[in-house]
């Protein structure tokens, strides 16, 4: 099986926030600490065979655009239509590519990256 990953985007989250005590003075005090985040959307193809190159930038600009719908559709009312119209664009885009791609072959994926406590 052949798999590939191909990032639709990222998106600031939320900060995180912890208490330290702060160590080395005579009188430790409680020091606040924030990181920030950043969320970073995937799609993943599961790929029984290799296919070449040609299905793989097929695939890449599908799930751009796709994702773009997703991104459009996650703006309304609780972001509710944003899967459902991914997956709806990128089986149509990657249909008419002569692409036959199934559920299982086809993944969204989420990566959290974190930055330094300040």
Known sequence: M??????????????????????????????VQIRSTTIHVFVVINQLEDVGEDFWNAVRDCALLAGTGA???????????????????????????GFNLVSEQVQLDTETTYGEWV
Do not use: H, W
Request: aromatic share 10%; proline share 11%.
């Open 2 to 31: 052949i798999t590939r990953k191909f990032e639709l985007g990222s998106i600031y989250g939320l900060p995180e926030v912890r208490i330290t005590m702060n160590d080395g003075v005579p009188i430790p005090m409680p020091v």
């Open 71 to 97: 991104t459009i559709a996650g703006f309304f009312p609780g972001g509710v239509a944003a899967l459902p119209t991914f997956m709806q664009i990128f089986g149509t885009c990657a249909a008419s590519k």
